[in-house]
């Protein structure tokens, strides 16, 4: 069964830093890997998506990384403003022997302080 | 615009009465699936479909029943809801290893 934890829990930082979130996978058989943020209440967005064969994917000042043989993957933000604080979600299909299960961690909680 | 539709956004019912919670997308996308989120638990998939008529449970679908008869929707089927399904549930679709779209959720409580 594929299992995905995600480090840390939750993060405060001050504006402008420079942060990694951190995501591990225990089955390298996976498909894809994305990224999601979720603001309360709402439902997922989709960031980044590095599909198995990828080493990373860059979308303005976000920057995922993948390395499927060691299961793990980081978020990087750079220059955090307080708008991306939210609840960030790593998602994985794959593994535990199936190309179709989606398994998710359980996210990390970003405050961006002013 | 390219979305996936929930419906209801909130939904109160009581023990043991059948409800249904529809999930349309209309971006032909072939895979749709269904997940509840739970404090401390987080996400977690209930059943998902590769296309018509192919479905597949995943790590929490017992209580729960789906169909995918037309492409563009994939209902939620709770037959005898208990309090313990009272949660958050998302439906999300995507073409192909793209990209997955999640509705805006539907927060049901079982009473």
């Known amino acids: 069964k594929q299992e995905v934890t995600q480090i840390p829990a939750a993060l405060s930082v001050p504006e402008g830093e420079n942060l990694v979130l951190n995501c591990s996978f225990t089955?390298?058989?996976?498909?894809?890997l994305q990224w999601f943020r979720q603001d309360p209440g709402k439902g997922l967005t989709s960031l980044l998506l590095i599909q198995s064969s990828q080493r990373e994917q860059t979308s303005g000042r976000l920057n995922a990384s993948l390395d499927k043989s060691s299961g793990r993957s980081t978020l990087y933000i750079a220059a955090s403003q307080p708008g991306d604080s939210a609840t960030y979600l790593c998602a994985v299909r794959g593994g535990g022997g199936s190309n179709y299960k989606l398994t998710f961690g359980k996210g990390t909680l970003l405050t961006v302080n002013p | 615009e390219a979305q996936v539709t929930q419906n209801p956004r909130y939904l109160i019912t009581v023990t043991g009465k059948k409800l249904t919670v529809t999930c349309s997308q209309n971006m032909n996308h072939e895979y749709m699936s269904w997940y509840r989120q739970d404090p401390g638990l987080g996400l977690r998939q209930i059943y998902y479909?590769?296309?018509?008529?192919?479905?597949d449970k995943g790590d929490v679908p017992e209580g729960y029943k789906v169909s995918r008869k037309e492409k563009r929707n994939f209902p939620l089927i709770l037959e005898s809801p208990s309090p313990n399904q009272t949660s958050l549930y998302f439906c999300?679709?995507?073409?192909?290893?793209?990209?997955?779209?999640f509705g805006s959720g539907t927060q049901l409580s079982v009473l």
């Open positions: 999300a679709s995507t073409h192909r290893g793209e990209k997955l779209f």
């Open positions: 479909s590769m296309n018509v008529e192919v479905t």
């Open positions: 089955d390298s058989a996976i498909y894809n």
